[in-house]
């Protein structure tokens, strides 16, 4: 079955420093994968796709990679701050069709000390 | 742009009643997504609309869930009789269709159904 496998374990880091979240998947390669951010009491928020054929995305700070091979895509957070703290989600669609339906790693807490 | 919002924030409920969730995506998305997380464990898919009809319905629990979305615009989720293993946090997302699929989500804020 899929799966999207992060590091349930909280990753501490000194403001300044680049934040770097892991995100395996199972089976076979998803056309995408999503990266969210969720911030305690509130639902998550959109922050980047990448598709199956692109190697890597950024955004201002961040930036996804995407390794087929692996299985694995990262994440990462250049010059952090502790306004980044939080949990970040990876999420693949469900299936071969494109229906939006999503599977959710667990997530990762991100705490960034000033 | 109003986001996606849902009522109640947070519902405290007996074992063996019932309470009803509200959802009210972003205007004009015609996809309407249901999730729930447990404590501990990851999100995890319910339902999902398109307009009024249930497109994917794979995700409910049991049939003392029932989901209407009535004119394709707001959503209920309705659970009768509650359970203890229901409590949880209730997402529900909205998206619209892009060439190729619906892509990013925008998720409420989430009901908080605790059942004693």
């Known amino acids: 079955s899929q799966k999207i496998e992060q590091n349930s374990e909280a990753l501490n880091i000194q403001e300044g420093k680049t934040a770097t979240l892991t995100c395996n998947y199972t089976?076979?390669?998803?056309?995408?994968l999503q990266w969210y951010r969720q911030d305690p009491g509130r639902g998550p928020v959109f922050l980047l796709l990448?598709?199956?054929?692109?190697k890597e995305k950024r955004k201002e700070r961040l930036k996804v990679t995407f390794d087929t091979t692996l299985k694995q895509s990262l994440f990462h957070i250049t010059a952090s701050q502790p306004a980044d703290s939080a949990t970040y989600l990876c999420?693949?669609?469900?299936?071969?069709?494109?229906?939006?339906?999503?599977?959710f790693g667990q997530g990762t807490t991100l705490q960034v000390k000033p | 742009e109003a986001g996606v919002t849902q009522f109640p924030s947070h519902s405290v409920i007996e074992k063996g009643q019932t309470v009803t969730l509200r959802c009210d995506p972003i205007s004009g998305h015609d996809n309407l997504y249901w999730y729930r997380r447990v404590m501990g464990k990851e999100i995890k898919f319910l339902l999902h609309?398109?307009?009024?009809?249930?497109?994917?319905e794979s995700g409910m629990p049991n049939n003392r869930f029932l989901a209407e979305r009535t004119g394709g615009t707001y959503s209920t989720l309705k659970v009768q009789p509650a359970e203890l293993e229901d409590s949880g946090v209730y997402f529900c997302a909205s998206s619209q269709w892009r060439a190729g699929g619906s892509y990013e989500q925008y998720f409420g804020p989430g009901t908080r159904l605790t059942v004693t």
């Open positions: 609309f398109v307009k009024e009809s249930k497109q994917d």
């Open positions: 089976n076979y390669s998803p056309a995408y």
């Open positions: 990448i598709r199956e054929n692109e």
């Open positions: 999420a693949r669609p469900a299936g071969a069709s494109n229906t939006g339906k999503l599977i």
